[in-house]
C-alpha cells in the first residue's frame, strides 16, 4: 500500500478492545509505534500519553484487528471499468477491511509468477490497503494442467484456487493437493458438480418452482465437497471450502475436522445473512453463486460459526457493470460487491444475538490471518497495527450511490443497519475516516 499519511505514535486510549486471539474483550489503552503494536494497557498515565503519543479518544467505541476479506474479485487487469486494485482498496477500507485477497481470475488468469508480482507491485503502489494474491490452481482455470504453484508461493500467492471455475478432473485435484502439500500450500475450491447445477439460477425448490426459474440443487455443492474430501484423506493435503452454502456441506466439514483431516472452510456473508426469499420480484443483485438457501440453510452456516466449523466469512466481493446485471433474472451475471457490507451485515447477527462480537472478529481476521500466515488479524503486541475502529450502534441506511467501488451491485441496496466503522489503520497510518 502506499502512505497517504504519515502519523507519530498513536495511542488508543479508553477502547473496548476485542480480540478472540488472546479472549480480550475488554477497557484497553492500545498503543502503537513504527505501524506495530506496541503494548496494550489497562492504564497508562495521561502525562505520558500527552508527551509522547497522539491520542485517539475512543470512548464508547470498539477497536477490533483490521478485517482479512478472504474471496474478493477485483477487475485489474483487464476489466477496470469494474473495478481497480484502488478502487477495491478504497472500499475494503471503508468497510473496516485491511487487506484483501485477490481471485486469480482477471483478464489474464493469474497463473504464473509476473503476473502475481504485477499485482503485487501495482497493489504496493496504489492501494490504500494490503492486498494479497491467489494464484490460479490450473493454467488459465481451464481445469486441464496444474499451475506452477510453488513457484508462484515463492513469488508471493498465498493459496491457490479455480475461482468459481469447478475442478471436475478428480486426478488434477489429487495431484494439487499432493503437490501443494510439500510446501505447506493451501488448495481452496468452489464446490459446485457443474453437470448437476448447470443451467440452474437460484436454489432448486418450491420458490425456483414459483417463479418459474430453473434450479441448483445443494447436492450439486455436496458432492464435489464429499469427492474432495476423500482426496484429502488420501492426499493429507491442506485444503479449504471457500463458500458453504447448505446443511450439509457444513455437516460434513464438521465430521471432517473430527476425523482429523487438515480442511477448514468459508462461506460468504449473503449465505449467513441473507436466504431466498430475498430475491422477492426477481432481484438480480440477489443472482450468487453459490445461490441462497432456505433460511434452514442460513442458520446451520450461522450455528457453523458459531461452533468453530466455519473458519472464515468473506464478503464474495463481485463487482458487476449495470450491463452485467440489466437483464431477466435467468440471464444475469452472478455476484454482488460486499467490502463495503461485510462488516455491517455480520453485525445484523451480533445485534441479534445469532453471534458473539468475538465471533465475527475469529472469522474475518484471527481465522484468515492464520490460514495465510499473515502477521495481522490480531491485536497482539508485536502485530501490524492493522486495526478499525467501529461504532456498533450507529444507524445508517447502505446507499449504493455512495459506494466506492466501481460497481454498485449490492445485495444490500437501501439496507438498514446498525454499527459502522469510523476510522481504518493499515500499519498504523489512518486510511480511512468516516465523513
Not at 242 to 265: D, F, H, P, Y
Request: glycine share 8%; charged share 25%; proline share 4%.
Amino acid at each position: 500500500m502506499n502512505q497517504p499519511f504519515t502519523r507519530p505514535p498513536l495511542a488508543f486510549v479508553d477502547a473496548r478492545v476485542v480480540d478472540p486471539s488472546q479472549n480480550l474483550d475488554d477497557q484497553r489503552t492500545v498503543l502503537v509505534e513504527d505501524g506495530k503494536i506496541k503494548a496494550i494497557e489497562a492504564h497508562v498515565a495521561p502525562s505520558l500519553l500527552e508527551a509522547e503519543y497522539e491520542i485517539i479518544d475512543c470512548r464508547d467505541k470498539v477497536l477490533i484487528p483490521g478485517l482479512i476479506d478472504f474471496q474478493v474479485r477485483t477487475g485489474e487487469p483487464g476489466s477496470e471499468h469494474e473495478e481497480t486494485l484502488v478502487s477495491a482498496s478504497q472500499a475494503a477500507v471503508a468497510g473496516g477491511v485491511t487487506t484483501i485477497i485477490t481471485q486469480p481470475d482477471t483478464n489474464p488468469v493469474i497463473d504464473d509468477i509476473a503476473l502475481v508480482d504485477f499485482i503485487t507491485r501495482s497493489a504496493g503502489a496504489n492501494a490504500v490497503c494490503n492486498v494479497k494474491v491467489m494464484g490460479a490452481l490450473t493454467k488459465g482455470l481451464a481445469g486441464k494442467e496444474m499451475s506452477e504453484l510453488r513457484l508462484m508461493r515463492e513469488a508471493g500467492a498465498v493459496a491457490f484456487t479455480n475461482c468459481k471455475r469447478p475442478l471436475t478432473d478428480a486426478r488434477i485435484m489429487r495431484r494439487a493437493l499432493s503437490y501443494a502439500r510439500d510446501f505447506d500450500g493451501l488448495v481452496i475450491h468452489h464446490c459446485d458438480e457443474p453437470s448437476l447445477s448447470e443451467g440452474g439460477v437460484m436454489n432448486e425448490g418450491e420458490m425456483a418452482t414459483r417463479l418459474g426459474l430453473p434450479g441448483i440443487p445443494k447436492i450439486a455443492e455436496v458432492i464435489m465437497l464429499e469427492r474432495d474430501l476423500r482426496l484429502v484423506e488420501i492426499t493429507g493435503g491442506r485444503y479449504h471450502a471457500a463458500s458453504l452454502s447448505c446443511a450439509e456441506s457444513v455437516n460434513l466439514i464438521r465430521q471432517a475436522k473430527k476425523r482429523g483431516l487438515n480442511v477448514t472452510a468459508g462461506a460468504s456473508v449473503n449465505n449467513a445473512t441473507l436466504n431466498e426469499n430475498d430475491i422477492g420480484s426477481y432481484r438480480t443483485f440477489f443472482k450468487l453463486s453459490p445461490p441462497l438457501r432456505l433460511e434452514e440453510d442460513r442458520m446451520a452456516v450461522v450455528e457453523g460459526i458459531k461452533d468453530g466449523t466455519i473458519d472464515v466469512v468473506h464478503s464474495d466481493h463481485t463487482p458487476r457493470d449495470v450491463d452485467m446485471k440489466r437483464h431477466p433474472f435467468a440471464d444475469a451475471s452472478n455476484g454482488a460487491v460486499g467490502l463495503e457490507s461485510l462488516l455491517a451485515a455480520l453485525l445484523r447477527l451480533v445485534h441479534n444475538d445469532d453471534l458473539d462480537l468475538s465471533d465475527l472478529i475469529r472469522v474475518t481476521a484471527n481465522n484468515p490471518a492464520n490460514l495465510i500466515a499473515q502477521q495481522s488479524g490480531t491485536i497482539k503486541k508485536g502485530a501490524n497495527a492493522d486495526l478499525a475502529l467501529l461504532d456498533i450502534d450507529m444507524p445508517w441506511i447502505l446507499d449504493e450511490a455512495g459506494l466506492k467501488s466501481f460497481s454498485k451491485n449490492t445485495a444490500f441496496e437501501g439496507a438498514r443497519f446498525t454499527g459502522r466503522c469510523i476510522q481504518t489503520f493499515v500499519d498504523g497510518m489512518e486510511v480511512y475516516r468516516l465523513g
